[in-house]
């Protein structure tokens, strides 16, 4: 079934407009009639079928609405250092399939890709992209959202925010099934780029409430250690049963 996602429903007669409308009417080829799902920022999904089309809006009719299923009971938000190229575009399209929250780009010591502003704010807009279709292939019940990039040290300051903060780190660390369990809520996880992180960064990030962790004895490349990470969490939080 067609998954899509809106901010709210008020009535049991909506208007699905732009893009969305687009891809519904033209992509698919959707007839009215046909079923389709939308999702709300509410935690809610809504069974719909649609009973018109006209120029760049498809209306549907609410057949039922109940809490939507699909959200883990963990929030992951993935600070992920920069990478090279497009590895981004895979390393969100595939945490957002696999459950995370968020998604904050991060400037470490040891990163290759340091874009200026105006290449930043390019780059989060694709990534918000990727992370809006990968949400609605997924059956997400929400769309996790990529935030501006941050520095380290501005994203250590947030981990106060977070009921558990972890690194992954080449070096060793302690071992993900000790730190992550079903209790587990709120979770902040950082990761490397290609480079992996400087000693002192690591220092940086335990002094502000993080715990460093092994992916086990193998060097993870950047964008492998981000999904094994989520992965792992969502194993350790009983969400992939």
Not at 7 to 20: A, K, M, R, T
Not at 40 to 45: A, F, I
């Amino acid at each position: 079934m067609a998954w899509f996602f809106t901010d709210e429903i008020l009535s049991d007669s909506f208007d699905i407009i732009g893009e969305d409308a687009r891809h519904i009417s033209k992509s698919l080829r959707m007839k009215i009639g046909e079923a389709l799902t939308l999702c709300t920022t509410d935690g809610r999904r809504h069974e719909c079928e649609i009973t018109a089309f006209s120029t760049d809006t498809v209306t549907v009719k609410v057949l039922s609405s109940t809490v939507c299923e699909q959200e883990p009971s963990v929030k992951i938000t993935l600070f992920m250092a920069l990478t090279k190229g497009d590895k981004m575009d895979d390393i969100v399209q595939k945490s957002v399939e696999l459950g995370v929250y968020e998604i904050v780009p991060v400037l470490t010591a040891r990163c290759i890709s340091r874009p200026d502003e105006k290449q930043m704010k390019k780059k989060v807009q694709r990534w918000q992209k990727i992370a809006d279709n990968a949400a609605s292939q997924s059956r997400r019940g929400i769309i996790p959202q990529v935030k501006d990039m941050m520095t380290l040290k501005e994203a250590s300051k947030t981990l106060s925010d977070f009921e558990k903060a972890v690194v992954f780190y080449e070096c060793g660390g302690e071992k993900l099934r000790d730190t992550v369990d079903e209790n587990t809520k709120t979770l902040a996880m950082f990761v490397g780029s290609e480079g992996g992180f400087e000693e002192a960064e690591i220092e940086l990030l335990k002094e502000n409430g993080a715990t460093a962790l092994t992916l086990g004895s193998r060097i993870l490349r950047a964008q492998t250690a981000p999904i094994a990470g989520i992965a792992g969490v969502m194993y350790q939080t009983k969400n992939l049963e």
